[in-house]
Structures are given as structure tokens and as C-alpha cells.
């Protein structure tokens, strides 16, 4: 069973930076895309990035494009560059991971495996 851990979150002034991580554990898979979802107080789960497991293919929402970075550091950890983030950008930021590639990544119940959020505040 694959298990996600996020880490990172916090309060951040706008225009400012935060970065976020997430460790997977419990599994033998190599190949795993990871990715991100958000979400917001009475909206849906959006996407947000996705990198696939070698670190050479991504995919951003159009909210987020030129703004945030995702890397990978190995199979099993990715982080999230979020700069000149927005109050917009509040929300529980979810790590995930599934085995389709990132370009497939859009729908949240089309994902796997889940972590349990960590929250990213942004006062306006």
C-alpha cells in the first residue's frame, strides 16, 4: 500500500515563497508519477502539478504555470516550489501519486493514492 506524507505548509505572505514535499513509503513501484491536488473551502479537488518518475515530464494547471515548480529528488520524494504565491492559492494541498502519466493528471478521482494534506495560507 502506497503511503504519502506531505510536508511544508505554513502561512506565506503574498508574492512570497513556500516549498512543500512529499515522501512515499510502502511500496516497490519505480515508475510512480506524484503530483498535487488542492483544495479550497466549498470548492472541488483541483489539479495543481504532476512529474513523472524520472523527473522529465510535468504538467501544470493553467493557474499555476510559470509560478510553481515541481522536481523530483528520487522515486519516492517530490517537492513543490511555490513562488509569488496569491490568496488564491489558499487551500489543503494534497500529495498524490498514481501510475498514469502526468498528462493524464486532471481529475481527482482518477488518482490512487493520497496523503492527508497539509495547508497553505495566503492572507489577502
Known amino acids: 500500500q502506497v503511503q504519502l506524507a506531505e510536508s511544508g505548509g505554513g502561512l506565506v505572505q503574498a508574492g512570497g515563497s513556500l516549498r512543500l514535499s512529499c515522501a512515499s513509503s510502502?511500496?516497490?513501484?519505480?515508475?510512480?508519477?506524484m503530483g498535487w491536488f488542492r483544495q479550497s473551502p466549498g470548492k472541488e479537488r483541483e489539479f495543481v502539478a504532476a512529474?513523472?518518475?524520472?523527473?522529465?515530464?510535468t504538467n501544470y494547471a493553467d493557474s499555476v504555470k510559470g509560478r510553481f515548480i515541481i522536481t523530483r529528488e528520487n522515486v519516492k520524494r517530490m517537492h513543490l516550489q511555490m513562488n509569488n504565491v496569491k490568496p488564491e492559492d489558499t487551500a489543503l494541498y494534497f500529495c498524490?501519486?498514481?501510475?498514469?502519466?502526468?498528462?493524464?493528471?486532471?481529475?481527482?478521482?482518477?488518482?490512487?493514492?493520497w496523503g492527508t494534506g497539509t495547508l497553505v495560507t495566503v492572507p489577502s
Open positions: 510502502g511500496h516497490t513501484f519505480s515508475t510512480l508519477t
Open positions: 512529474i513523472n518518475w524520472s523527473g522529465g515530464i
Open positions: 498524490a501519486a498514481d501510475l498514469q502519466p502526468p498528462s493524464g493528471w486532471q481529475l481527482y478521482y482518477d488518482i490512487d493514492y
